[in-house]
């Protein structure tokens, strides 16, 4: 059977499909804002974004991965939101994105995400 995203409230779904989107991003040298990846993901607004960003900036970081986060940006400023602790420089390491062959990954699944959390 067929399943959907918006049919699963789980937030590692969530991050899966968010993956996805960001590599193919990330692949065309593209930035998009906390708004319009709310919108292609079916949400009304940006406001909790973040709890599902959250598991891929830590993925990227338990996997010495580049920042793939950094290609989501505010509308305004342009830039990602700090709570990005991972970044350190934030031209060279969006240009480390850009650059990083993530089709050549198998991506993360939802197992893959809630291990993060496990203490």
Known sequence: MMKRFDEDPNRFSRAMQIWQILIGLSHNRQT???????K????KRAGTLGQFLDPIMRY?????????????VGYTAGS?????ITIEN?????EKV????????YPPNE???ANLFKS
């Not at 990227?60 to 989501?72: A, D």
């Not at 934030?90 to 969006?94: A, G, I, K, V």
């Open 98 to 105: 850009f650059n990083y062959d993530w089709y050549n990954l």
């Open 90 to 94: 934030l031209n060279s390491d969006r």
């Open 80 to 84: 990602p939101g700090k709570g990005l």
């Open 60 to 72: 990227c970081k338990q996997n010495n991965l580049p920042p793939l986060t950094i290609v989501v």
């Open 32 to 38: 998009i804002t906390y708004g319009m990846l709310a």
């Open 111 to 113: 197992k893959d995400f």
């Open 40 to 43: 292609i993901i079916g949400f």
